[in-house]
């Protein structure tokens, strides 16, 4: 039955048969929205399903039954793909960020004063206030001091709990307390 419609849609393409297709191959879109949003914990399935389906489309428009290719390995590059680049339009770092804090040269890009209240000539650099802290310390305080967020915000872009978000703060703060006798 499915080879039929696989032969008949790649002969004479219609909508009704890539509509068969789609529903025929659902599964494994909605089986691929499951696995990604398992490690994204600020998304649930249904938030990437409609781009793992945009893919699904994607794919069997392209695909070629004659190649030997069985399509749900196809498919799977296509949905993975359309999920990747929904995320990629989600994200509010950029990649040069993203690549930044991955090389630990995050303080290249922080030059902000850590105390405000302070005159100019008694403010150490960003550089020498950050130095040693991990990278999620350093992105919670340059959120929290430099662009004014709330922790519940910091939270929801970290896709960690406002708790945690606060506890790496209070880390980071015991660290910069004890910079003179130990690093973090």
Same mark, same amino acid.
């Given at each position: 039955?499915?080879?039929? +419609? ?7 393409? *219609?909508?009704?048969?890539? !509509? ?8 494994? =879109? ?8 398992? !490690? ?9 399903? #409609?781009? %793992? ?12 039954? *004659?190649? #030997? ?12 793909? %359309? ?9 509010? /770092?950029? @990649?040069?960020?993203?690549?930044? +804090? $991955?090389?630990? =040269? ?21 550089? @020498?206030? /950050?130095? #040693? ?9 340059? %959120?929290?001091?430099?662009? #004014?967020?709330?922790?519940? @915000? ?6 960690? *709990?406002?708790? $945690?978000?606060?506890? +790496? ?16």
């Amino acid at each position: 039955m499915i080879d039929h +419609i696989w032969t008949t849609y790649h002969n004479t393409p *219609t909508t009704q048969r890539r !509509n068969e297709l789609v529903e025929r191959y659902l599964y494994l =879109a909605e089986r691929t929205a499951r696995l990604r949003a398992r !490690n994204l914990p600020r998304y649930e399935p249904a938030d990437l399903l #409609g781009a %793992a389906s945009l893919g699904l489309i994607r794919a069997i428009e392209r695909f070629d039954p *004659t190649r #030997g290719v069985s399509f749900p390995t196809f498919a799977w590059y296509y949905m993975n793909g %359309a999920i990747t680049d929904q995320l990629r339009r989600d994200d509010r /770092l950029p @990649d040069s960020m993203r690549r930044r +804090i $991955k090389s630990g =040269a995050i303080r290249d890009v922080l030059h902000f004063p850590l105390q405000p209240d302070l005159p100019d000539s008694r403010r150490r650099s960003s550089d @020498d206030e /950050l130095e #040693g802290l991990p990278p999620l310390a350093t992105i919670v305080f340059y %959120a929290r001091y430099w662009l #004014g967020h709330s922790f519940h @915000d910091i939270a929801r872009f970290l896709s960690v *709990t406002e708790a $945690k978000a606060r506890d +790496i703060h209070d880390h980071a703060i015991t660290c910069l307390r004890q910079r003179s006798t130990t690093t973090c």
